[in-house]
């Protein structure tokens, strides 16, 4: 059944060892939130805005805790994108990613 599937998920240190790839990360924390500090060379969209979520490539999505994302991801990945979701978040990163802090 496909509304079963499984959200296409990574963790934060796996998403660390793409920077050498240059990913597209989207942070979908509110403007505020975002401003507050976030993962240099990511791009803000927020939740409340994805229908202007306009990305050909893959895109790592990511929040602050790995909720908002995981919500995120479902719902463009069931349009066709081709997302994975970061768990855990800036939190998680933070904690697991201390040379690359927000």
């Not at 793409?18 to 989207?26: A, C, D, G, H, S």
């Not at 975002?34 to 229908?51: C, D, F, M, R, W």
């Not at 979520?53 to 919500?71: L, N, T």
Request: a positive charge; aromatic letters at 10%; glycine letters at 6%.
């Amino acid at each position: 059944m496909a509304f079963l599937k499984k959200t296409p998920s990574i963790t934060v240190a796996e998403l660390a060892d793409k920077f050498i790839e240059k990913p597209v990360i989207v942070d979908v924390r509110e403007r505020f939130e975002y401003a507050s500090g976030h993962i240099e060379g990511s791009q803000n969209v927020p939740l409340t805005k994805l229908k202007a979520f306009d990305f050909q490539e893959r895109v790592y999505i990511i929040c602050h805790s790995g909720a908002r994302s995981k919500i995120a991801t479902q719902y463009l990945y069931r349009r066709g994108y081709d997302v994975i979701n970061v768990k855990g978040g800036l939190m998680k990163w933070n904690s697991v990613v201390p040379s690359r802090k927000v």
